[in-house]
């Protein structure tokens, strides 16, 4: 019998996904959305052939261009971290009335392989 690759659920279900974000009912945006977008961002150009980091600084850039990166509510600062002092990284975006539950960083970033105290439970 000839091998067949199998197929994982993961990838079906992720497909499913990016396939009903497709559709004009659910996930495009209108061409006047996109351009009023584009008008207050100014993204760069996005092509599939860009790499993932590519991409990102072009979303960067167009989140400098309305000054998203200068709301101060939208950062997590960290005294101190593997990285550099003062440091600040994005936090999350959602907020819940209940600050107990609206999620929040509880240290800053740090390499990996960067903890010795981590251990696989058993």
């Not at 860009?50 to 979303?59: P, W």
């Not at 989140?63 to 002092?85: C, I, M, V």
Request: net charge negative; hydrophobic share 35%; proline share 7%.
């Amino acid at each position: 019998m000839a091998d067949t690759p199998t197929v994982d659920h993961n990838d079906v279900s992720l497909t499913a996904i990016d396939a009903v974000m497709m559709t004009e009912d659910f996930g495009l945006y209108s061409p006047e959305t996109v351009q009023k977008i584009q008008d207050r961002c100014k993204f760069g150009e996005m092509r599939p052939d860009q790499h993932v980091e590519e991409l990102l600084g072009i979303v960067g850039t167009g989140w400098q261009n309305t000054g998203f990166l200068k709301r101060e509510d939208f950062w997590a600062h960290f005294a101190e971290t593997p990285f550099g002092k003062d440091h600040k990284i994005l936090g999350p975006l959602v907020r819940y009335e209940n600050k107990e539950a609206t999620p929040h960083w509880t240290h800053g970033p740090v390499p990996y392989c960067y903890s010795t105290e981590v251990r696989w439970s058993s």
